[in-house]
């Protein structure tokens, strides 16, 4: 039986969900997709805080698709006709989505995982983020060579210099912004070949799992050349073959998590991406607002590493889970 205490948690998060990180306005036009295969509560959930701001809401319900697979012709339609949407159902970086963004919708990816939602919405100030992430990126995008360094062997060096930040602060503002919700991340790309050297990543693997041996990738210009550990590493080079596919090989893009709620979690990886201080590294696919070189892929991976130390231009960003800005 569900309690009050949950159904009224569930309202606050939602809430928070579309005034704070999605700024619905009064009179929008609000789109909220969802799948047959989720959540009907929280979708009723979603539209019914939506309503209350005054805008003109609109919920589809289809049944689900493939990763990757475009959708529904008429969910495209519907899609590049709203000016936010928010989105349950498998969207990554499909036509459908870049033809939204260029008709100026912000889309918002909100996970399913309801106890998720609610420990990186509810007592978070989103304002304090965004104003961290701005020193941040003030930072990285007047930088020019960063070192990424961890206690577990991770050593590696590469070229931002010209590198735009892609703002992942949890707040989604501009026409044609896409984030993932609840936040927060910030993200780059290095330029591509500059990257060399040694990742260990002690966390996880995407889409391995947590990992018992820690996994040590050997990057040369940009891509990964040896796999080393124990048998997490032998599975994640198995996935990453069977792909067929080279573009998987290259490193993508770096994150750093910025929510001060989240910890570590062996059950959701995305939770732990978020943690406060977590950089994370991405190989495969890469989303067109990352402006590098390397395009859509077979798939995408994300790759977590605790306590990290990361430089720029010799100085200390990054130590010990705190920034230093």
């Known amino acids: 039986m569900v309690k009050i205490s949950q159904i009224l948690d569930l309202a606050l998060a939602m809430r928070i969900l579309v005034n704070d990180c999605c700024t619905v306005k009064e009179g929008e036009n609000v789109l909220i997709l969802g799948t047959t295969n989720r959540n009907r509560e929280l979708l009723d959930s979603v539209m019914a805080a939506t309503l209350a701001t005054g805008a003109n809401a609109s919920m589809m319900i289809t049944n689900s698709w493939p990763r990757g697979v475009e959708p529904w012709k008429m969910v495209a339609e519907a899609m590049k006709g709203a000016d936010l949407l928010i989105n349950f159902a498998p969207l990554f970086n499909q036509q ?113 799992g947590t990992v018992k041996t820690p996994v040590k990738l050997t990057i040369k210009e940009g891509r990964i050349v040896d796999f080393a550990g124990g048998e997490e590493a032998d599975a994640y080079k198995k996935w990453m073959d069977s792909l067929n596919d080279q573009r998987m090989y290259w490193l993508c893009h770096y994150s750093f998590g910025l929510n001060p709620k989240y910890k570590l979690n062996p059950e959701n990886e995305s939770e732990s991406e978020r943690v406060m201080g977590v950089v994370f590294f991405g190989f495969g696919s890469q989303l067109q607002t990352f402006k590098g070189k390397l395009g859509a892929a077979a798939a995408h991976s994300d790759c977590i590493m605790k306590n990290a130390t990361v430089t720029i231009d010799g100085k200390i960003l990054l130590k010990d889970n705190k920034f230093y800005v």
Request: charged share 25%.
């Open 96 to 208: 459908a989505v870049r033809d939204a963004q260029n008709a100026g919708c912000r889309i918002a990816s909100v996970s399913r995982d309801v106890g998720f939602l609610k420990r990186g919405l509810i007592g978070v100030d989103y304002d304090e983020i965004s104003k961290l992430h701005t020193k941040i990126a003030n930072v990285l995008e007047k930088g020019k060579n960063m070192r990424v360094t961890t206690e577990a062997g991770t050593d590696i060096t590469m070229d931002i210099s010209g590198r735009s930040v892609v703002r992942g602060d949890g707040v989604v503002r501009e026409p044609g912004e896409m984030q993932w919700l609840p936040g927060s991340q910030l993200n780059q790309a290095a330029i591509e070949e500059s990257a060399n050297g040694t990742l260990v990543f002690d966390w996880s693997l995407m889409p391995i």
